[in-house]
């Protein structure tokens, strides 16, 4: 049994009878629906999409509340859309992981187009991006796909490149294509839209508008735009970045869950290693717990998708949401863990809130050293939160999620994940009296060296300033003594407040993270450390 249109209309009773819950809508009207009249491009289609947006879609759309569907683009290249969405008719299967063990099966049926934003795919995302239906263009592309300049304020080649091209150039940022979608809406007529990011970053619609402008700010400043079209994206009237919050963990496709597929007669289901090394499959396994808190600004209407459980509300309890989610009840605590887990050679998550001293941190981290900063949203409880992340989802032994998937792009994380909580200690003038976020940081610098904590290679995440970092925390440190010379390079990275959301000299905080890492670069001192620390 494949996973196509045809088998979802002709063999329904055989994929309900699995356990599946199936589209029972007209897939094709809503497929012609959505060319006539689009009202929803997402920019980003991988796993938090296929399993958590396009869930909400399809619940609308089997309930009556939407007629037309998503189309889902890939930012730069046709290759998820030809090897994941291509066979599949653009379904999914959506396989939600119960601690207990059991599954939630579904079949994903909302998703009407997938395109990449190149060639023949572009002018089809321009077609849609110039109609009068059109509601909103959401974003799932990571805090990565936001940036235009690096660590130090430079301009980024690629976001240089856009700028100089024009918008008739070869566009090579997120940014550049989305400042062209805008820009075809313009000159259709200054037509509303809501510009959503829906990434797991703190202010994203600040990052996302902040992105576009940069772009848009640089084609009129070069002549390629006029003053309206600038007007245009910087009247929230008529252009809105509304914030949201995100959270749902979709680990990387787990092979055993698609051997189970496969066991229950659905062929196909092998996860597949792309040309960039990211892995994909035609199903997403996914936590069960989700939230999704959008700011609600949408100057040309948007889905009502309050009716699937999404949250709607003003920016300050957005951001409310987020700093306690991003800055405190979770987010630290995974990287705390990714860290770590990487350096102590574990390969799940769920396996570290197993081990004593683990979960000691990031209980610690969590209630000791966020719940006294964070800021009460009121819709979401933050002690109930952090509860449920730390009974349920953490140990969740059915989630395969991977230190080492978590530790991707720390770079980008840390001045949220960490940052924001520290400035918090800041303004209260103590921020001397924190211990374990200091100690993280530290884990972090030690896991830039390469080595484990048996001082054995060690596979490191990609990370956007990997290389450059890498250049500065020398692997050669490991088992040695530092110089001041060392300490004085460790200073002047921990200094840098666009990487760590503030100074942490003078925050005071970088003496007690030097010494940290100083005893962490001998065989074992990793986890001696960690364990000293906690007074274990």
Same mark, same amino acid.
């Given at each position: ?6 088998? @979802?209309? $002709? ?7 699995? *356990? ?26 991988? $796993?938090? &999409? ?20 998503? @189309? ?23 396989? *939600? ?11 994903? *049926? ?124 910087? /009247? ?59 700011? /609600?600004?949408?100057? $040309? ?12 509300? /003003? ?30 050679? &574990? ?70 994940? &960490? ?17 374990? @976020? ?15 904590? =048996? ?14 970092? =890498? ?66």
């Amino acid at each position: 049994m494949k996973l196509t249109l045809d088998t @979802i209309k $002709n063999e329904r009773t055989s994929w309900n009878e699995k *356990g599946f819950i199936t589209p029972d809508f007209d897939i094709d009207a809503m497929r012609a629906e959505t060319k006539k009249s689009p009202e929803w491009i997402h920019i980003g289609a991988g $796993n938090i &999409f296929r399993g958590y947006i396009a869930r909400l879609a399809d619940e609308l759309i089997r309930n009556g509340e939407m007629k037309s569907g998503i @189309i889902a683009a890939e930012c730069f290249s046709r290759e998820p859309i030809e090897r994941m969405y291509d066979p599949f008719d653009n379904m999914v299967l959506l396989v *939600g992981l119960r601690a207990s063990g059991d599954k939630y099966l579904r079949v994903i *049926g909302s998703i009407a187009e997938a395109e990449a934003a190149v060639g023949n795919g572009f002018e089809r995302l321009k077609e849609a991006a110039r109609s009068d239906s059109l509601k909103m263009i959401s974003f799932t592309i990571t805090e990565k796909g936001y940036a235009y300049s690096d660590m130090d304020g430079n301009i980024l080649e690629n976001a240089r490149k856009d700028i100089e091209g024009g918008t008739e150039g070869d566009l090579n940022t997120a940014m550049g294509k989305t400042a062209s979608l805008l820009y075809e809406r313009f000159k259709a007529g200054a037509k509303p839209i809501a510009v959503v990011s829906m990434d797991n970053c703190s202010k994203n619609g600040e990052k996302l508008r902040d992105g576009v402008m940069f772009i848009v700010d640089g084609w009129h400043k070069n002549g390629f735009v006029p003053d309206g079209f600038v007007e245009y994206v910087s /009247d929230s009237s008529r252009v809105s970045f509304p914030w949201s919050m995100i959270d749902k963990i979709t680990p990387r496709p787990d092979a055993e869950v698609g051997a189970e597929l496969k066991a229950l007669g659905i062929e196909g289901m092998e996860p597949v290693k792309t040309s960039i090394g990211t892995f994909i499959a035609p199903y997403v396994n996914a936590e069960m717990p989700e939230y999704l808190v959008i700011e /609600d600004s949408f100057p $040309n209407g948007r889905p009502p998708l309050e009716k699937a459980g999404v949250y709607f509300t /003003d920016r300050d309890t957005v951001n409310n949401v987020e700093r306690m989610k991003v800055m405190t009840c979770l987010n630290p605590l995974h990287t705390a863990l990714a860290v770590y887990g990487c350096l102590l050679g &574990f390969n799940k998550i769920a396996d570290e809130m197993k081990d004593e001293a683990l979960k000691k941190l990031v209980y610690s981290l969590g209630y000791d050293e966020g719940l006294p900063v964070v800021t009460d949203p009121v819709i979401i409880r933050p002690r109930d939160f952090l509860d449920e992340v730390l009974t349920e989802r953490l140990p969740n032994p059915s989630l395969p999620d991977t230190p080492q998937r978590i530790a991707t792009d720390t770079s980008q994380k840390i001045p949220i994940r &960490f940052g924001e909580t520290i400035k918090a200690y800041e303004a209260k003038g103590n921020a001397d009296k924190l211990v374990l @976020i200091p100690l993280v940081i530290a884990a972090w610098l030690r896991y830039l060296l390469g080595t484990d904590d =048996s001082g054995a290679d060690m596979e490191r995440s990609s990370d956007p300033l990997l290389d450059e970092l =890498s250049a500065k925390i020398k692997r050669s440190w490991f088992g040695s003594t530092l110089t001041d010379a060392d300490r004085d390079v460790i200073r002047g990275i921990l200094s840098n407040s666009s990487l760590f959301g503030t100074d942490l000299v003078k925050a005071g905080l970088s003496e007690k993270i030097i010494a940290d890492f100083e005893a962490m670069l001998t065989a074992g001192a990793v986890r001696a450390t960690l364990e000293k620390t906690l007074g274990m």
